[in-house]
């Protein structure tokens, strides 16, 4: 789908006070009666280029995991998601919208024509001979749009499809990033499976070598059991973890469209580890998150499209000028052709409805107040998620060193109670404290590892959709100017 430079244009805004500049270029004179809405955001970051919502942007991002199996999913959810038609279907319809209300600017022209066979019968005095008779007429009408309602209408609507077009580029953004987090919770998770299933082949072992040994007297009864309450404890959470990867399957599927068998030969085909990100730096974040993300954009473009509403309500408070014709031709084989026509203009002076149209000001008014309010409040979501993500990356990667010592020293300290189990020197008491340790610190180092990549992905989103780390320039983002409702 590509856009018009028009359309561009106004993709660019930055802020509600950019977007009343662009407004009041295309001549919207009647918007001082809103109160704008002030977003602050840091100026320090550093900003880099957008990716513009591209596809290929997008996909090649994924790449940098180095996992065919995960870009060709992510692929496969772009071009057949129904989240994505849903979305392209809304821009056919804003479009319509706008064809509609640019429709209303220019003259319209009606016409007709008829054609009737007529006349008689009965004696002589009363009989009428047949007749043909003919018509044919066009209305003509064309309202002037004296103070800017037809336009600022059409300006909402043009709005609102470059808006609808900022949310098909949200959309495709969130569905690639929650493709690719239930891509590595399902790599993970095949790991945490591989892990309980070692564990009941290991218990399972002991639990044979423990029953050997109270058979010959040289075991007790009890721990028989605990080897036993082990192994099926162990079995249990096996299956349930086997059940939750069979579920991220189906999750799978339901992103990418539905063909369950496809997405089970990509998941044989890659990497039976959790993807890791290449080349992924970020020092710092950037001011231009608010310009990358679609979801912001929209939310700009929604605070526009009301202030080109409002401008129409009150334009719809003063008169209005049409210019009408007529030109009728009518002929009869009878009396021959006639061309009656008219011309000339009308005015349309609202004087009593109620207070009707101060109340669509209002409401108006109102709409463009809840649309600023959701632009201010997405632009500190935005920075929240920026700021939350960054976090939990970094308090992620300083937990994975001390979790994989963990899991190190906790195996070798396990190694060393089994040994002395099997001499005699340690409980089984003692032997399965050191097992349950050894292996929930490992099964803690996957879940890092997992939660890692997740939250790189977290990022991505709340970026937009992906930057290029090596492409930083200074970008202050602007705040919105300040003013009073009149």
Known sequence: MRKTHEHLACRKIISIGSVVACLLVSGCTTVAGLRSHEAKVAEVWHATLPHGGETSELVSWWWTFDDPSLTALIAEAQAKSPDLDVAAAEIERARAA???????????????????????????????????TTAGTLDASWEIDLFGKLRHRSEAARLRVDERFADWHAARVSLAAEVADHYVQFRACRQLERAYAAEVTSQRETMRATETAAS????????????????????????????????????????????????????????????QPKALKLTSVPAEVLRQRPDINALELEVAAAMAEFGAAKADLYPSLSLGGTLQISGSSLTGTSAPWSFGPALSIPLLDGGARRATVKGAASAYDVAAANYRSGVLTAVAEVETALVRI?????????????????????????????????????????????????????????????????????????????????????????????
């Open 98 to 132: 706008l064809q509609s209300a640019q429709a209303h600017r220019i003259p319209a022209l009606d016409g007709s024509a008829s054609l009737k066979r007529s006349g008689s019968g009965g004696d002589a005095s009363n009989r009428l001979s047949a007749s043909t």
């Open 216 to 275: 010959s007297g040289f075991k007790s009864s009890g721990e028989v059991a605990l080897t036993r309450a082990s192994t099926a404890s162990s079995a249990s959470t096996l299956t349930a973890q086997r059940a939750e990867c069979e579920i991220l399957v189906k999750s799978l599927a339901r992103l990418t469209g539905g063909d369950e068998p496809f997405v089970r030969s990509l998941l044989k085909k890659g990497k039976s580890s959790i993807p």
């Open 394 to 486: 970094d308090s992620a990667r300083s937990r994975i060193g001390d979790a994989a010592s963990a899991a190190r020293n906790y195996r070798l300290y396990f190694d060393t109670v089994d040994s002395n189990w099997r001499a005699g020197g340690a409980s089984l008491l003692e032997r399965e404290d050191a097992r349950r340790s050894a292996h929930a610190a490992e099964v803690s180092l996957i879940e890092i590892r997992r939660e890692t990549v997740r939250f790189w992905i977290a990022l991505y989103k709340a970026l937009g959709g992906g930057w290029d780390a090596n492409t930083v320039s200074p970008m202050p983002l602007p705040q919105v100017a300040k003013g009073n409702r009149t």
